[in-house]
Nanobody, 121 residues
């Protein structure tokens, strides 16, 4: 089907930056929306950013102006640039892709394995 591999997490000081990547591979017919979610300890998973196939973007209020989502359709990859990070951004970040697998007429959601982002001095 469709596999997602994330990379780019790590430990960063407050005010720092990171860039997350999520590459989709497998039997892909088409990719629609691509996005990022995060889950902090003891909290529910929340949406962070999404980008449509046409390039439209939307962000959670808590990250507007600091995070930027982008995609490279040729590489089936979505990125999340995280700037001006604060300790409140510490979480496991997951990518989510809505895609149609080859041979399927339905669209399914696929999730990455998650990558840890820790913001601490």
């Amino acid at each position: 089907q469709v596999q997602l591999v994330e990379s780019g997490g790590g430990l960063v000081q407050p005010g720092g930056s990171l860039r997350l990547s999520c590459a989709a591979s497998g039997s892909i017919f088409s990719i629609l929306d691509m996005g990022w979610y995060r889950q902090a300890p003891g909290k529910q998973r929340e949406g962070v950013a999404v980008i449509t196939g046409g390039g439209l973007t939307n962000y959670a209020d808590s990250v507007k102006g600091r995070f930027t989502v982008s995609r490279d359709n040729a590489k089936n990859t979505v990125y999340l640039q995280l700037n001006s990070l604060t300790p409140e951004d510490t979480a496991v970040y997951y990518c989510r892709v809505a895609a149609q697998a080859t041979g399927s007429i339905s669209v399914s959601a696929y999730w990455g394995q998650g990558t840890q982002v820790t913001v601490s001095s």
